[in-house]
């Protein structure tokens, strides 16, 4: 006879089971009905009975503080295949009255797109990854679940000269890149990656699917930078692409502080968001060993949309600390960029970009700032010596300026830009799965957050919503004061235009998530 306990955790294994194999039909049906006769839905439909659930599920986590056996998961996984399923799992959802969360590529800092403390189903965009490049018209319809590797290459098929400034890490899915605002290494010429989109496709929470002209222009402006899976599902975006040069010219170059580095620190606050437009220069801060002595290693990665002699020009004039040589440069293809950039060998084939490494994650934790007066030499060096202290976490500087300053705080969610001189992402990861390693990781991470508090935004501190941040703010009943924590610090005063967005359109807040845009109430 079965120990009374043993008994109990089966019998409610039993019951969870049967519940959830009830949800399962009663959704496949209701998708059923809402779809074409001739359509096999249940090969879209993974219960966690599937043999294929655990490998959809596991494809697109990009943070492995999320991929333990104890991350709740969802009782359905939706993978539709085409526009009107998506609409037609819209409404179903709602019907069998479980959340859904939307994940187009999973690089979600926190997760918020494929977990939750509620039960939830996950609507995986990953099949809608079609992309159309018009050359004639300089544009190109891209699906939410490509990634920026598959639209870099296609528009490489059709042009060498033809870009698109999104970001820098070929796996992120579109959807949540758009969506969010989305940078990369051509912000100072082009914009935030949100400038260069002028029609969308989404399905609404009553599954109507709607281009821009449909939608309305407020819920057009919210879903460029203020986080579409507040206000719907984004099937699509049209991006305007950009003109490159047949020629562009990168460069890394490493100090430390034995060769002067806080100096070139403190120049290149000033230098790098107000040199030519052209030219981009990320710069790494890191603790590093060297010579058995724990220092720290300042790294600029750059790309100038030009050739090699005109950057060593401009940078002979602009940033002499740095004695950038032309032997320190190599010039390649925009395309060529996109690679060198992701640290693949000149002669590695674009169609790599095409690899969507799924499966694979770090453990990592993320926050970010902006810097809007540069910080003093002896701020500098003060700061080093607390990373010091650290001993790991490290610092991105990524440079704003240029056509960031000219366009307007509220042409988008995303405000933050003229007046910025950069902004900053925190950065830490490990291996080791264990919890004690996640605390004091985050910990760590915290604490340089903490030493930085003088010399960021202030009132609010600023930050930048697609650098997922849970410390910023939970919202876990839908209510306006909640969604206000974190949404004066993501959106500045934008956050009253989204709100207002999201009440016209969503007033019931079903596409709700832990950082979402609330509804205002009225009672």
Same mark, same amino acid.
């Given at each position: 006879?079965?120990?009374?306990?043993?008994?109990?955790?089966?019998?409610?294994?039993?019951?969870?089971?049967?519940?959830?194999?009830?949800?399962?039909?009663?959704?496949?049906?209701?998708?059923?009905?809402?779809?074409?006769?001739?359509?096999?839905?249940?090969?879209?439909?993974?219960?966690?009975?599937?043999?294929?659930?655990?490998?959809?599920?596991?494809?697109?986590?990009?943070?492995?503080?999320?991929?333990?056996?104890?991350?709740?998961?969802?009782?359905?996984?939706?993978?539709?295949?085409?526009?009107?399923?998506?609409?037609?799992?819209?409404?179903?959802?709602?019907?069998?009255?479980?959340?859904?969360?939307?994940?187009?590529?999973?690089?979600?800092?926190?997760?918020?797109?494929?977990?939750?403390?509620?039960?939830?189903?996950?609507?995986?965009?990953?099949?809608?990854?079609?992309?159309?490049?018009?050359?004639?018209?300089?544009?190109?319809?891209?699906?939410?679940?490509?990634?920026?590797?598959?639209?870099?290459?296609?528009?490489?098929?059709?042009?060498?000269?033809?870009?698109?400034?999104?970001?820098?890490?070929?796996?992120?899915?579109?959807?949540?890149?758009?969506?969010?605002?989305?940078?990369?290494?051509?912000?100072?010429?082009?914009?935030?990656?949100?400038?260069?989109?002028?029609?969308?496709?989404?399905?609404?929470?009553?599954?109507?699917?709607?281009?821009?002209?449909?939608?309305?222009?407020?819920?057009?402006?919210?879903?460029?930078?203020?986080?579409?899976?507040?206000?719907?599902?984004?099937?699509?975006?049209?991006?305007?692409?950009?003109?490159?040069?047949?020629?562009?010219?990168?460069?890394?170059?490493?100090?430390?502080?034995?060769?002067?580095?806080?100096?070139?620190?403190?120049?290149?606050?000033?230098?790098?968001?107000?040199?030519?437009?052209?030219?981009?220069?990320?710069?790494?801060?890191?603790?590093?060993?060297?010579?058995?002595?724990?220092?720290?290693?300042?790294?600029?990665?750059?790309?100038?949309?030009?050739?090699?002699?005109?950057?060593?020009?401009?940078?002979?004039?602009?940033?002499?600390?740095?004695?950038?040589?032309?032997?320190?440069?190599?010039?390649?293809?925009?395309?060529?960029?996109?690679?060198?950039?992701?640290?693949?060998?000149?002669?590695?084939?674009?169609?790599?970009?095409?690899?969507?490494?799924?499966?694979?994650?770090?453990?990592?934790?993320?926050?970010?700032?902006?810097?809007?007066?540069?910080?003093?030499?002896?701020?500098?060096?003060?700061?080093?010596?607390?990373?010091?202290?650290?001993?790991?976490?490290?610092?991105?500087?990524?440079?704003?300026?240029?056509?960031?300053?000219?366009?307007?705080?509220?042409?988008?969610?995303?405000?933050?830009?003229?007046?910025?001189?950069?902004?900053?992402?925190?950065?830490?990861?490990?291996?080791? +799965?264990?919890?004690?390693?996640?605390?004091?990781?985050? !910990?760590?991470? *915290?604490?340089?957050? =903490? @030493?930085?508090? $003088?010399? &960021?935004?202030?009132?609010?501190? +600023?930050?930048?919503?697609?650098?997922?941040?849970?410390? !910023?703010?939970? *919202?876990?009943?839908? =209510? @306006?004061?909640? $969604?206000? &924590?974190?949404?004066?610090?993501?959106?500045?005063?934008?956050?009253?235009?989204?709100?207002?967005?999201?009440?016209?359109?969503?007033?019931?807040?079903?596409?709700?998530?832990?950082?979402?845009?609330?509804?205002?109430?009225?009672?």
């Amino acid at each position: 006879m079965l120990p009374l306990v043993l008994f109990l955790v089966l019998f409610n294994i039993s019951l969870s089971t049967a519940a959830s194999d009830s949800v399962y039909e009663s959704f496949l049906q209701c998708l059923t009905n809402q779809s074409k006769p001739s359509d096999d839905l249940s090969k879209i439909v993974l219960a966690k009975s599937n043999s294929s659930y655990t490998s959809v599920l596991r494809a697109y986590i990009r943070n492995a503080r999320f991929n333990s056996s104890s991350t709740p998961k969802p009782i359905i996984i939706i993978t539709p295949e085409q526009e009107s399923h998506v609409s037609a799992a819209v409404i179903c959802s709602k019907k069998v009255g479980f959340q859904l969360k939307i994940r187009s590529g999973g690089h979600d800092y926190e997760g918020l797109s494929y977990i939750s403390d509620r039960p939830f189903f996950i609507l995986d965009m990953f099949n809608l990854r079609s992309i159309s490049v018009d050359m004639k018209e300089e544009t190109a319809w891209v699906g939410a679940g490509a990634t920026l590797g598959e639209l870099f290459y296609s528009i490489s098929l059709k042009s060498k000269v033809h870009g698109f400034p999104g970001g820098v890490c070929p796996t992120v899915g579109v959807g949540g890149h758009v969506s969010g605002g989305g940078y990369g290494n051509m912000i100072r010429k082009y914009g935030l990656t949100v400038d260069n989109v002028v029609d969308a496709k989404i399905v609404d929470v009553k599954g109507r699917i709607l281009d821009r002209k449909g939608m309305g222009e407020d819920l057009f402006w919210a879903i460029r930078g203020g986080g579409g899976a507040s206000f719907g599902v984004v099937l699509s975006y049209k991006v305007k692409l950009v003109p490159v040069p047949e020629t562009v010219t990168v460069f890394r170059a490493e100090r430390f502080l034995a060769e002067k580095a806080t100096d070139l620190v403190f120049r290149w606050q000033t230098v790098a968001p107000t040199t030519d437009p052209n030219l981009f220069m990320r710069m790494l801060v890191q603790p590093s060993r060297r010579n058995n002595e724990l220092t720290i290693k300042i790294t600029i990665v750059a790309m100038y949309l030009g050739n090699a002699d005109s950057l060593v020009k401009l940078l002979q004039k602009d940033l002499p600390e740095l004695g950038l040589k032309k032997e320190n440069c190599t010039e390649m293809t925009w395309i060529q960029s996109v690679l060198w950039w992701n640290n693949f060998e000149n002669a590695t084939s674009p169609d790599v970009l095409l690899n969507r490494d799924p499966d694979n994650a770090d453990f990592l934790k993320r926050k970010s700032d902006y810097v809007q007066k540069p910080i003093s030499k002896d701020g500098l060096e003060w700061l080093w010596k607390r990373m010091i202290e650290l001993g790991r976490p490290g610092l991105v500087f990524n440079p704003y300026g240029g056509r960031m300053a000219e366009i307007k705080d509220t042409d988008t969610p995303m405000p933050h830009r003229a007046g910025n001189l950069f902004k900053i992402q925190y950065s830490t990861s490990w291996t080791n +799965s264990s919890e004690e390693v996640a605390k004091n990781s985050i !910990n760590m991470l *915290n604490r340089l957050h =903490s @030493y930085m508090t $003088g010399f &960021v935004s202030k009132n609010p501190r +600023s930050a930048f919503f697609p650098y997922r941040d849970i410390d !910023n703010g939970i *919202n876990k009943n839908g =209510s @306006y004061e909640e $969604g206000k &924590v974190y949404g004066v610090k993501y959106f500045n005063d934008n956050f009253e235009r989204l709100v207002d967005v999201k009440t016209a359109v969503d007033p019931e807040n079903y596409f709700w998530n832990e950082q979402s845009i609330p509804p205002r109430r009225t009672t």
